[in-house]
């Protein structure tokens, strides 16, 4: 995994999450979950499956910090061009992003990408019922 803590309590929760499914249904008694303050009042047990969402939820965070990292790197490797995102449709379906020194050169690229063969198959793939129009959304960097 790209983060170590989560890497960590993935590791943990699969433990717990295998234990609990190894166990007969009348002895799995889950993990048992209360908060330090003692606000929550009494303490619940996460079974199996609450266990297993918890996994898939840090799988999640870590893929998406991981592709944000990827994604400022490359933004840092773009020799100084802006990031220009456009939406796709009043729906906002879909979203794609330019590099570009300027708007107007980011509109071109913008254009030549929604003229070409990878911008439709894109669109039907997110917005299939849609009619395409694109605006201008905002700029990073």
């Not at 717990?16 to 619940?44: C, F, T, V």
């Not at 690229?109 to 198959?121: G, L, M, P, R, V």
Request: hydrophobic residues 35%; aromatic residues 14%; glycine residues 4%.
């Amino acid at each position: 995994m790209y983060n170590d803590s989560y890497a960590y309590k993935v590791k943990q929760l699969e433990a717990m999450r295998d234990y609990e499914r190894k166990q007969a249904p009348n002895q799995q008694y889950g993990a048992h979950l209360e908060h330090w303050s003692g606000s929550a009042g009494k303490p619940i047990n996460l079974d199996a499956d609450a266990l297993q969402a918890l996994i898939d939820h840090y799988y999640r965070l870590d893929s998406i910090e991981h592709y944000q990292a990827a994604k400022q790197a490359a933004k840092v490797d773009s020799d100084g061009k802006k990031e220009f995102e456009y939406c796709v449709d009043t729906y906002a379906c879909a979203s794609f992003t330019v590099q570009a020194k300027d708007e107007d050169e980011a509109d071109e690229k913008a254009q030549q990408f929604i003229d070409s063969d990878d911008f439709f198959t894109m669109y039907r793939a997110v917005c299939d019922f849609f009619e395409p129009t694109v605006d201008f959304i905002h700029v990073n960097g």
